[in-house]
């Protein structure tokens, strides 16, 4: 049987593609069209997975959308009536469009699929689970648990902005949910607006620019009192109550009502791209510290509800890697996992399995060991005629090594030499995170390396954080952890015996000079607060990345290099050969490694750009 599922038409459309229960291919949208968080349909990805297996969309069993429009529809329209005669421009924006597109999403998806290939209308089955059903769905199935709690929390779906719910065997049942328009999700999108980042893209900005706030400060426990007493009302349970009186997103055009907010916190609304000042600081620690409450309670509901000892965690919160982390610490449960597209792109993957599972009944096998996500690498490959044809219209120097040891061994010196690679392996990554097949890579040990990697590489904001990627086996040599995290969503503090100490007044400084200061022996991957964001490399699900860092072990005694996504700001993660090629000659990048072939930027032929990357793709 084979079915495939659909995100579109929000942010982030996808598409997956199961055989049975398991995963032949998935993709997002955006890494074929190269436009970051793409919301069409997705025609490449949907193209993709049936060319990843072969078959044609005759094959396919169930075509599987990840939300009911029809309840998102009533949802709209209860919304307006509830809120007249506020709403009313926002109303008249919105309403012509749903008509026309969302209410006839059925039409809609038929259209799209009859230009990936000829179909027979009649004979397409059509399903549309629940928002937080696909979410949910995409936690717990793949994951290795026969049974679980889960917790799925993101800004809104038809009515539910969080579930909890109980997985077991093949069923998934749903135990309580919170709904519009009270929303952790949008609680913490709206101070990503505030704080001068874009929605939907630069939540994970404001939780890196968290650990700047200063902890000891009066001014954040202010805040928190703030946001507790006048925005967010947070219940025992982690339910939360949003005073709409400070928000716009219900019935307006707006997140937030700025005039209000600059009232309360005594500063506006941030500039995007201004400088930080310490109170905005703060304001983003004060905004973490209490999602993080919420999350925690929200975890321990759901441990109360099902009783189990096992947490399966989705949706767009849980990309929140430092929530994530202090769970697995506090030991409320004795394991977790989290889907790698945790957000509305992963909800293509779990409609289709709710479609197997509870639609057509399957039944579902769990080992308690292994996830079914393996290593999250879902995506395209290339092979080296098309690589080479890739790099060919560019006049592309290259040396090329028929044994891969001697390629992992030539790359782990150009790491130990200061120097930033662009590594580009295999299968492409699903989710957000790059796990060591579209990756720049480079030395954590170099002090220098993250001011580097911002400024000249990545072109994005300074105080911006970069994950580690080390070696499974050795991961606790380094960092305060128990267990394993394959796609990169925990954090965990550096290891107390591997930090420098500290001054006295080193949260009260301002950020920048906290920043460049050295605070571990892996000064580029510990964060302001000595943590990191966390990736474990498996030898039994990417054997070439775990190469690399092992001959980097050997040449340095480290087994862990800095690894951050392959793109500049405001790019989506490379897809392609010719996508990695063009990405590295317009940055600083000092060496290419594409498959068997190695690229030094000073051989390389001028690079005439034919429009800045600014103009191609804006900033996030």
């Known amino acids: 049987m084979y079915i495939i599922g659909l995100s579109a038409f929000y942010h982030d459309s996808a598409a997956a593609l199961l055989q049975n229960d398991e995963i032949l291919a998935a993709a997002q949208e955006e890494r074929f069209s190269r436009k970051k968080h793409d919301s069409g349909f997705p025609l490449n990805a949907v193209r993709y997975c049936l060319k990843q297996a072969g078959i044609s969309l005759k094959d396919i069993d169930a075509f599987v959308f990840y939300d009911k429009p029809f309840l998102k529809f009533e949802r709209l329209l209860e919304t307006y009536y509830a809120f007249a005669p506020r709403g009313l421009k926002s109303f008249l924006s919105a309403i012509p469009v749903w008509v026309k597109e969302k209410v006839m999403l059925k039409k809609l998806i038929l259209d799209e699929l009859c230009r990936v290939d000829a179909v027979e ?60 328009p009270h929303s952790l999700g949008l609680f913490y999108s709206a101070f990503t607006y505030y704080l001068g980042f874009r929605v939907n893209s630069g939540e994970y900005k404001l939780m890196g620019l968290a650990p700047y706030g200063d902890p000891n400060s009066e001014r954040v426990l202010r805040f928190e009192r703030l946001i507790e007493e006048n925005i967010a009302h947070v219940l025992e349970d982690g339910s939360v109550w949003l005073n709409q009186d400070y928000f716009d997103y219900a019935t307006g055009l707006r997140m937030v009502k700025d005039d209000r907010w600059k009232d309360l916190f005594g500063f506006p609304a941030r500039d995007p791209e201004s400088d930080l000042s310490a109170e905005q600081c703060d304001l983003a620690l004060a905004v973490q510290q209490v999602t993080e409450k919420i999350v925690f309670r929200m975890a321990g509901e759901a441990k109360r509800l099902t009783g189990s000892s096992r947490l399966c965690l989705a949706g767009g919160v849980a990309l929140n890697c430092v929530a994530n982390g202090k769970i697995l610490k506090s030991g409320v449960f004795d394991d977790i996992w989290i889907q790698s597209a945790a957000g509305d792109a992963g909800g293509a993957l779990g409609a289709a399995y709710a479609a197997y599972h509870i639609y057509f009944g399957r039944p579902r096998f769990a080992d308690g060991a292994r996830d079914k996500m393996g290593g999250s690498f879902l995506g395209p490959e290339f092979s080296d005629g098309e690589i080479e044809a890739a790099v060919k219209k560019y006049g592309a120097c290259y040396g090329r090594y028929s044994d891969f040891d001697e390629l992992c061994g030539a790359t782990a010196l150009l790491l130990r030499q200061g120097n930033v690679v662009g590594w580009f392996q295999g299968r492409m990554e699903w989710g957000p995170r790059a796990l060591g097949n579209r990756s720049i890579l480079a030395d954590a040990r170099n002090p220098e390396m993250q001011k580097k990697l911002n400024l000249k590489i990545k072109f994005r904001e300074g105080f911006r954080p970069f994950a580690p990627a080390v070696l499974a086996e050795d991961a606790s040599e380094y960092f305060d952890i128990d267990g394993d995290s394959p796609y990169m969503l925990l954090v965990a503090d550096v290891r107390t015996d591997r930090r420098n100490e500290l001054p006295e007044n080193y949260h009260s400084l301002p950020w920048r000079d906290k920043l460049y200061y050295l605070r571990s022996d892996v000064p580029a991957v510990t964060h302001i607060d000595c943590s990191a964001r966390l990736q474990t490399v498996h030898r039994e699900t990417n054997p070439r990345f775990w190469q690399l860092i092992k001959r980097f072990k050997e040449e340095t005694g480290y087994a862990v290099l800095v690894n951050t996504s392959f793109n500049v700001r405001g790019e989506p993660v490379v897809c392609t050969p010719e996508d990695a090629y063009r990405c590295f000659m317009r940055t600083e990048m000092d060496y290419l490694v594409i498959g068997s072939y190695l690229f030094a930027k000073k051989e390389q032929p001028a690079w005439k750009e034919e429009k800045d990357w600014r103009e191609e793709f804006g900033v996030d």
């Open 121 to 180: 209308r009649k004979g397409v089955k059509l399903l549309f689970p629940e928002h937080h059903l696909s979410h949910a769905a995409s936690a717990f199935y793949p994951s290795p648990f026969d049974e679980s709690a889960i917790l799925t929390v993101d800004g809104v779906g038809e009515w539910a902005t969080a579930s909890i719910c109980r997985g077991e065997g093949n069923g998934i049942t749903i135990l309580k949910e919170l709904r519009f």
